[in-house]
Structure formats: structure tokens, C-alpha cells
């Protein structure tokens, strides 16, 4: 590019012909500013970076962290301003992309927290950079905390002493993130244990890794229980007495024995029993009254009862009560009889003495005989014998039969007839009740007085013969009362 030239510049011509004037011309330059890789020889941008490594065993660990600062540059050129050359270029001017200095500032981090760890740096200081600054290496490490694992076993049978009781704790000791494994010691602790009674149940995980908190793994155990058969036995009878209100046996007692056993579940570790099994529930059979002549149960039956091993032996006592029994004595005239035929003999009726009483009960009649005979004696009657058991005894058992017992008398031959008129009245009973009414009786007596009289005539005759008879009558009366 030329520039202008002005006339003034020139020298004046001196004459005509003027001169001859040379121009001599140089190319003109101009300045041009450009970015660093923009120049003849290209400038590379520089990054500085800060690489922050974090370092450990958890997979926690962050990624690494990348600072970076972009630096550019400027270039002058200097330019042949007819030609458009570049002729020269000036050092590049360095500065931080976004700026006009040459630095930038990385700034401070703080490695992040990771439980269970602690890191090397607590943090990586604030950095000055240029575009000459070299790439930088920071490496944190994270240590791992120490760690452990409480291995607890317990025992959590209900019977336990207090419920789910800890009888042992292991400690295994590692860092966080390492890996632990329990499971030979856990293994051996068992069979320690199985052989005190103890039966293992469950066991939480004996394996893993070591975190930043205490882990507690639990292993419980219960107790082993077996049923022993027999390990109790229990007898429970009933017994059922039969008496009579005054205490007779009525009949032999009734007798059931009950067997309980118990199979009993035993704690294998206490030795306790923690179940009893006893045998079921018995029933008794239903037992009927057994029949007791003379006398009537106040029950007819002992129902079937139930017993169980904790009832307690059981006693029942049927009494009786004793029936209504009747006895009678009869004085029978037995004149003229042979001892054999006695009883055929004539039954004083209106001297007879009727009771009334209840089995096995006692009676005397000896005052009420005595009183009879004693007024037949007045009569001219001498009594012969009688039956055993008429003065004194019991009554018997035979509700079905009256009771007879028979005195024996025969008018003496000395002995004048008595005048109906002059024959007492026969006293009362005991229990003050009049006898039977005699009029009938009576009668009957002064006929048998008259006929006493013919035969006392007929005696005189036959005198003799008549000792003998009675000689005869004495020794059959002997047979009779040996034969009773």
C-alpha cells in the first residue's frame, strides 16, 4: 500500500526541462492478534489437571475426582501490508480461558466421608496454576475401622431359667469390608453342647463381611426332651363296705384297683419334667348292692366313677337296714303225745307271746314266759321243756317267716280242775298290749280239765302199765333233746 505524496513534498523545478524524480517504495506492515493455535507455529491449549485417587477396599469408595484449568494464548503478528505475509509473530500472552491473567485457582476439596473408613487427607488444599504448571497426582486413602462380630448363644426353651438366656459370647475381630466365617467354631460349640441335653434350632448367618457397627449374630438352642415310660406310677382303688347299722358285715368288700402310669416328658438340661402324660381317665364298673337276707341296702348300686391319677383313694359304705321280724312262742299241751309228736300237741293260743323286731336284734322274752308259765303252773300245766332260743337271742334273718319257739306242758295228775272262773287273766306283753281275748280258750279248758278226770280214773287202773309207759315216754324225751 502506498501512501499519498503531496506536491509539496517535491523540490521546485529549476528550469524547462524539469527532473527526473525516483521514487523509492517499501511495503507497509499492519498488526494482527491471534489465538495461540492460530499462529504459523500452532500453540497447543494447555489443561492443568488435578487427579484426586481415592484409594480402599470398599466398594464405597468414590470415583476419582478430576480438577482442570484451560489456559489459551494470544499471538501479535506482524503483516507485509502489500502482500499479506506474515512477517513476524510475538511470544504468545497466556491466559486462563474466561480471564486475562495467567493462573486460575483449583479450588480446596474435602474427601467425602465413608463410614466405617477415615481417609489419608482430610482435604486437598486450594491449588494456583499456570499454563506451565505440570499435571497433578493426589491419592486419599481410606483406612478401615476395626470391627466385630458378637456371636451370642442362647437358650430360648420355655423352660429356660429366664426365657431366651445367654449361657455364652464369642468375639471374632477383622476391619470393615473384610469378610469373617464363624461356621467351624460354630459347629464345634454344637456338639459341646448337644452333649449337655441342648438341641440346636437355628443360627443366624455365620458369615459375611465386617461393617462399620458391632453385628450380633445369635445361635439358640433349646432343650432336648425325651419321654420316659413308667417314670411314675399311681394305684387308686374304691373300696365299697356293706355293713349293717349296729356294724355287721352285710358282705366282702368291694374292691377296684386303678393303674395309672405316667410317661413323663424330661428336660434333658434340667432334668425336670416339663409334661406329664399320665395313662387316660378309668371308670369304675357300676356294683350293684349285694342281697343281705334280712336287712335292705340304702342303695341298690354304686354307680361307675371316673378317676384320674391325681384322684385320691375313694371309700363308699352301703349301709342296711335291718327288716321287720316277727317272732312267736307257743305253749302247746302235749298230753297223752309221744316226745316225737310234741308239736302236734294243743296250742294254748290265748298264752301265746308274739314279737315284733328287726333283724339281728337282741330280745328277752324270759319275764313274759315266766309270767305264762307261771299262771299255767296255777292252772295244774308243768312245763316239759322248750325250744332253745325262746327265752333269749336274735331275730332272724328269714323276712318270710315268722319265728316259733314252742314250750311244752301237760297237766299234772294230781292236780284238780280248775274252775273256768278261778283262771286268771294272763298278764300283758312288754310293751303293755293285751293278750288275746281267752273266752274260746277258756272252754276248751274245762273240757280238757273234765277229761283229766276220766283219765285220772283209768290211770288208777292201768297203774302199772302206765309206770311202765312213762318209763318209755323219759328215755325218748332224753333221744329228743339230744337229737335238738
Same mark, same amino acid.
Given at each position: 500500500m502506498i501512501g499519498e505524496i503531496k506536491n509539496k513534498d517535491l523540490p521546485a523545478p529549476t528550469n524547462t526541462k524539469?527532473?527526473?524524480?525516483?521514487?523509492?517504495?517499501?511495503?507497509?506492515?499492519?498488526?494482527?492478534?491471534?489465538?495461540?493455535?492460530?499462529?504459523q507455529t500452532s500453540i497447543v491449549s494447555?489443561?492443568?489437571?488435578?487427579?484426586?485417587?481415592?484409594?480402599?477396599?470398599?466398594s464405597k469408595i468414590p470415583k476419582d475426582e478430576v480438577q482442570t484449568a484451560c489456559f489459551d494464548s494470544k499471538v501479535t503478528q506482524t503483516i507485509d501490508a502489500v502482500t499479506g505475509t506474515i512477517l513476524s509473530e510475538s511470544d504468545p500472552q497466556w491466559f486462563k480461558v474466561g480471564s486475562d491473567v495467567d493462573k486460575a485457582e483449583l479450588e480446596s476439596i474435602r474427601p467425602p466421608e465413608i463410614e466405617g473408613y477415615t481417609a489419608s487427607l482430610l482435604q486437598v488444599p486450594t491449588l494456583e496454576v499456570n499454563h506451565a504448571s505440570q499435571n497433578i497426582e493426589v491419592n486419599v486413602t481410606y483406612t478401615p475401622h476395626p470391627s466385630e462380630v458378637k456371636i451370642i448363644y442362647r437358650d430360648i426353651d420355655v423352660n429356660a431359667t429366664?426365657?431366651?438366656?445367654?449361657f455364652k459370647q464369642d468375639i471374632i475381630k477383622g476391619h470393615v469390608d473384610e469378610t469373617f466365617d464363624n461356621q467351624l467354631s460354630l459347629q464345634k460349640e454344637k456338639e459341646a453342647l448337644e452333649k449337655k441335653g441342648y438341641e440346636w434350632v437355628h443360627s443366624d448367618e455365620q458369615t459375611g463381611v465386617y461393617t462399620p457397627n458391632v453385628q450380633t449374630r445369635y445361635v439358640d438352642f433349646k432343650h432336648k426332651v425325651l419321654t420316659t415310660p413308667d417314670y411314675q406310677t399311681k394305684d387308686v382303688t374304691q373300696t365299697i363296705h356293706y355293713q349293717t347299722e349296729s356294724g355287721i358285715k352285710a358282705a366282702p368288700?368291694?374292691? /377296684?384297683?386303678?393303674? $395309672?402310669?405316667?410317661?413323663?416328658?424330661?428336660? =434333658?438340661?434340667?432334668?425336670?419334667?416339663? #409334661?406329664?402324660?399320665?395313662?387316660?381317665?378309668?371308670?369304675?364298673?357300676e356294683v350293684k348292692s349285694p342281697l343281705f337276707e334280712g336287712y335292705t341296702p340304702e342303695t341298690e348300686q354304686i354307680k361307675a366313677q371316673n378317676y384320674n391319677n391325681e384322684s385320691k383313694n375313694q371309700s363308699f359304705i352301703v349301709k342296711y337296714s335291718a327288716n321287720s321280724q316277727k317272732l312267736v312262742v307257743q305253749f302247746i299241751d302235749v298230753r297223752g303225745l309221744p316226745l316225737e309228736d310234741y308239736k302236734e300237741g294243743k296250742n294254748l293260743s290265748s298264752f301265746e307271746l308274739k314279737k315284733v323286731g328287726k333283724s339281728d336284734e337282741t330280745y328277752d322274752n324270759t319275764h313274759e314266759i315266766n309270767e305264762r308259765l307261771q299262771l299255767l303252773k296255777d292252772k295244774g300245766?308243768?312245763?316239759?321243756?322248750?325250744?332253745?332260743?325262746? /327265752?333269749?337271742?336274735? $331275730?332272724?334273718?328269714?323276712?318270710?317267716?315268722? =319265728?316259733?319257739?314252742?314250750?311244752?306242758? #301237760?297237766?299234772?295228775?294230781?292236780?284238780?280242775?280248775?274252775?273256768?272262773?278261778?283262771?286268771?287273766t294272763p298278764p300283758t306283753?312288754?310293751?303293755?298290749?293285751?293278750?288275746l281275748p281267752r273266752t274260746g280258750e277258756q272252754l276248751n279248758h274245762q273240757l280238757e280239765q273234765i277229761g283229766f278226770i276220766i283219765l285220772m280214773g283209768i290211770g288208777l287202773l292201768l297203774g302199772?302199765?302206765?309206770g311202765r309207759a312213762r318209763g318209755v315216754d323219759d328215755k325218748k324225751r332224753d333221744k329228743f333233746k339230744s337229737s335238738k
Open positions: 524539469g527532473y527526473d524524480v525516483e521514487i523509492h517504495l517499501t511495503h507497509g506492515t499492519t498488526k494482527k492478534v491471534v489465538a495461540g493455535e492460530d499462529a494447555p489443561k492443568i489437571t488435578r487427579t484426586i485417587h481415592y484409594q480402599g477396599l470398599s429366664s426365657g431366651a438366656q445367654v368288700d368291694n374292691l /377296684q384297683v386303678f393303674h $395309672f402310669t405316667n410317661g413323663a416328658a424330661i428336660d =434333658q438340661v434340667t432334668k425336670a419334667v416339663i #409334661k406329664n402324660n399320665w395313662s387316660k381317665v378309668q371308670t369304675s364298673k300245766y308243768q312245763l316239759i321243756e322248750q325250744d332253745a332260743g325262746g /327265752q333269749k337271742g336274735k $331275730f332272724d334273718h328269714d323276712d318270710s317267716k315268722t =319265728q316259733i319257739y314252742h314250750v311244752y306242758l #301237760k297237766l299234772k295228775k294230781t292236780e284238780k280242775p280248775i274252775a273256768q272262773s278261778n283262771i286268771p306283753t312288754r310293751e303293755n298290749k293285751p293278750m302199772f302199765k302206765k
